[in-house]
């Protein structure tokens, strides 16, 4: 059974940290493109950041350039969100996805498998 699991969310100051992480489990994490995707309450899933097969490739949103910076390490079967000077306007649900593709993509439609994410909170 192919299975994500998000973990590393939590309540957090503005302008605080958070390290979040994407588990694989029941298949390889490195023959797939992962995308990080956030959630807030009345709103669209938007694309975050997504990282190539590879790792060679990365994408960020505008909103989080520069503060954001995603990472994998296949070995561990991770992939990783490191989020720094935290935002109010980043509380969310974030979620990984992933495809059978070595290109990510910063579209939620075009991922196969997804976690059912964690809740990311940043206090004012």
């Known amino acids: 059974q192919l299975q994500l699991v998000e973990s590393g969310g939590g309540l957090v100051q503005s302008g605080g940290s958070l390290r979040l992480s994407c588990a694989a489990s029941?298949?390889?994490?490195?023959?797939?493109?992962i995308g990080w995707f956030r959630q807030a309450p009345g709103k669209e899933r938007e694309g975050v950041s997504c990282?190539?097969?590879?790792?060679?490739?990365?994408n960020y949103a505008d909103s989080v350039k520069g503060r954001f910076t995603i990472s994998r390490d296949n070995a561990k079967n991770t992939v990783y969100l490191q989020m720094n000077s935290l935002k109010p306007e980043d509380t969310a649900i974030y979620f990984c996805?992933?495809?059978?593709?070595?290109?990510?993509?910063?579209?939620?439609?075009?991922?196969?498998?997804w976690g059912q994410g964690t809740q990311v909170t940043v206090s004012s």
């Open positions: 996805g992933a495809r059978a593709l070595p290109l990510c993509s910063m579209t939620s439609r075009n991922y196969n498998y």
């Open positions: 029941g298949f390889t994490l490195d023959n797939y493109g």
């Open positions: 990282i190539s097969r590879s790792g060679s490739i990365t």
